[in-house]
């Protein structure tokens, strides 16, 4: 499933 | 990326190496809470096993990497390399009273109801009170070593760099908000504006970092 929120930050 | 959090997630190394330095050249970690980098150790546990099946970037796999090995290393020195220098009777702040709400926040508010997200979830609004031994010890002594203040300037404007990040990539990624993530950096930056303001009126100004009695 996809994450609603890319969590591309640290 | 844009220049916020770079310069954030900069702050954030740079709050480590000066916590480092001040380990290794004072051979000692007198005024450095055990349970504040025991709790940023399960932060980035809990946070970053996506290294293991999702890549963002380079610079994001090797920032995570350094992030978890530094802490563990901190525990490390803390735990074996300097013991005797840590005196436990002053770093009494209860952290079950922080890691059981946050788990709980977890399990209620998150991306999706799996072991990765609700993980992610726990490690942001764990960080986010993850200072407070920190600050409650601080508290307790009245005073700090001026490079320990250093340390903690570092890292209360790494998460506040955070916030005109936010601001900057809703306006520029059409609209794109993170929830879980503002709301616990708002709180995390708040914890920190009592030490702000000690440390741009004393600290910088020359003075020792003391609070009044």
Redesign the interface.
């Known amino acids: ?1 996809n ?3 890319q ?4 | 990326m844009n220049v916020f959090r770079l310069l954030g997630d900069l702050s954030h190394l740079a709050s480590i190496i000066i916590l480092l330095h001040k380990i290794q050249t004072t051979r000692s970690c007198r005024g450095i809470s055990f349970k504040t980098q025991a709790l940023y150790v399960a932060v980035f546990v809990a946070r970053y096993p996506d290294l293991l099946f999702r890549f963002i970037s380079f610079y994001n796999s090797i920032m995570k990497l350094i992030f978890i090995a530094s802490s563990c290393y901190i525990l490390y020195l803390m735990r074996y390399r300097f013991r005797p220098t840590h005196d436990p009777s002053i770093d009494t702040f209860r952290v079950e009273y922080l890691i059981g709400p946050c788990f709980v926040l977890g399990l209620i508010f998150n991306y999706g109801f799996n072991m990765t997200e609700v993980f992610w979830s726990f490690s942001i609004f764990l960080e986010s009170v993850a200072i407070l031994p920190q600050l409650f010890m601080l508290q307790r002594t009245g005073e700090a070593e001026t490079i320990t203040t250093h340390y903690l300037a570092a890292l209360g404007i790494y998460r506040a760099l955070y916030i005109p990040n936010w601001i900057y990539r809703y306006f520029t990624e059409d609209g794109v908000v993170d929830p879980i993530a503002v709301t616990a950096g708002i709180v995390q930056t708040g914890l920190y504006l009592d030490f702000f303001y000690v440390y741009f009126t004393k600290v910088l100004q020359g003075e020792k970092f003391e609070l009044p009695a």
């Open positions: 499933d994450p609603v929120v969590h591309d930050e640290l």
